[in-house]
């Protein structure tokens, strides 16, 4: 063991030395430009409320889920509440994962098989990317949000014999920015290729009661899968693929990280639940996010190192990983959460801050971090 201790040792080294070493943050109490909680679900005292009173009306609920979905895991609410969310998402069927990246793990892994070919955004998240590698499909990449790329590559998918899969997010988390879900999807459509949108980020954002780009865009019946998580706006913990009964059917018979896991517990479904009950009662949310997201452009507009977006994600590049960080430790010591992505989670030379509003940040809070920012917009 002492030969592999010492190589997991130089391993460390050498990423430390490299800037990219890891470490879990030290909790404290920071103003939060930091987290995904983009409504304040999370530290909602509504919501607190409702998820105690629906426990209350359930007060046999077992603390764990005791199983897989498939033994002892399922029940009637669970079941309920897949068809909730799937109809208030517009979507025939909807199916319950314990996280995104189990999600995405899942559908990807499940339906693209060797011999076939996903083509998808050169920034999706690290899950989809995983799902493809588990699946043995065939991988190729298309430029960041160019639909042109994508045609090129759904051209080259074309020569081959197997189905087509499209795999992109509507808001990229590292970036910020949207993607052209109608030309994206026509594309999809031109070349017979199904396309899979990750709606991680935008769920609970953006579209009518928080439904999405998706809905927002009313390509609902366009698109063949969708992924919700419920980490980020919903301020709980879960994932969602929505689509047709035919989809869901074929997950439950095919999708490893569902087949084969625990399920989500009861007083997780719960918040789930509640979660979507505050999101239809309370747009007033979305508007005050909108409102900080608009203070924010508007302060920041004479920053060119800041590429200012239409959602909660903001970012302003600092190339290196060591000026990132020195950036990222000035604005924590001035007490504001703002955390740095390096490479090689971004690529070398775009590495940056990530900012994410919220729609708990006060006016005054914006304004000192913009000024801040504006001190190193050189």
């Known amino acids: 063991m002492d030969s592999i201790h010492r190589h997991l040792e130089q391993k460390l080294k050498e990423r430390f030395s490299e800037g990219m070493y890891r470490q879990l943050p030290a909790t404290r109490e920071w103003v939060d430009f930091c987290s995904n909680d983009y409504l304040g679900f999370s530290r909602s005292p509504d919501l607190k409320k409702k998820i105690a009173e629906e426990l209350n009306r359930h007060p046999d609920y077992s603390v764990g889920a005791t199983g897989s979905r498939l033994l002892s895991g399922n029940s009637a609410y669970i079941e309920h509440l897949e068809e909730e969310i799937a109809l208030f998402h517009r979507a025939e069927a909807g199916l319950l994962f314990n996280s995104g990246y189990s999600a995405n793990l899942g559908v990807f892994s499940a339906l693209a098989q060797r011999g076939d070919t996903v083509v998808c955004d ?39 014999s197997g189905r087509v899969y499209i795999a992109v997010e509507s808001l990229y988390s590292m970036d910020g920015d949207l993607a052209p879900l109608e030309k994206i999807v026509s594309l999809g459509e031109e070349y017979n290729a199904a396309v899979i949108v990750d709606e991680a980020h935008a769920g609970g954002v953006f579209g009518k009661n928080g439904r999405g780009l998706v809905s927002d865009a009313g390509l609902e019946a366009r698109v063949f899968a969708r992924i919700y998580t419920f980490g980020k706006a919903l301020g709980s913990h879960g994932a969602i693929v929505t689509g047709s009964r035919v989809l869901k059917d074929y997950l439950v018979n095919f999708a490893r990280t569902l087949i084969y896991t625990t399920a989500l517990p009861f007083h997780n479904l719960a918040s789930i639940k509640c979660a979507y009950e505050l999101l239809i009662a309370k747009p007033d949310i979305q508007q005050a996010l909108k409102n900080r997201i608009a203070l924010f452009k508007q302060l920041t507009r004479e920053n060119p190192r800041i590429q200012a977006m239409d959602g909660p994600i903001q970012t302003m590049i600092v190339p290196g990983n060591q000026a990132a960080q020195a950036m990222e430790k000035k604005l924590q010591a001035a007490g504001l959460h703002v955390r740095a992505i390096r490479s090689p989670s971004v690529p070398a030379g775009k590495e940056r801050l990530r900012i994410c509003l919220h729609s708990y940040n006060t006016e005054d809070e914006i304004r000192r971090l913009a000024r801040l920012l504006e001190e190193e917009k050189k």
């Open 122 to 160: 050169e920034l999706v998240h690290a899950s989809i990317i995983d799902g493809i590698r588990l699946s043995g499909a065939n991988r190729y990449t298309f430029a960041h949000n160019d639909p042109e790329s994508l045609e090129k590559k759904l051209k080259q998918a074309e020569k081959g």
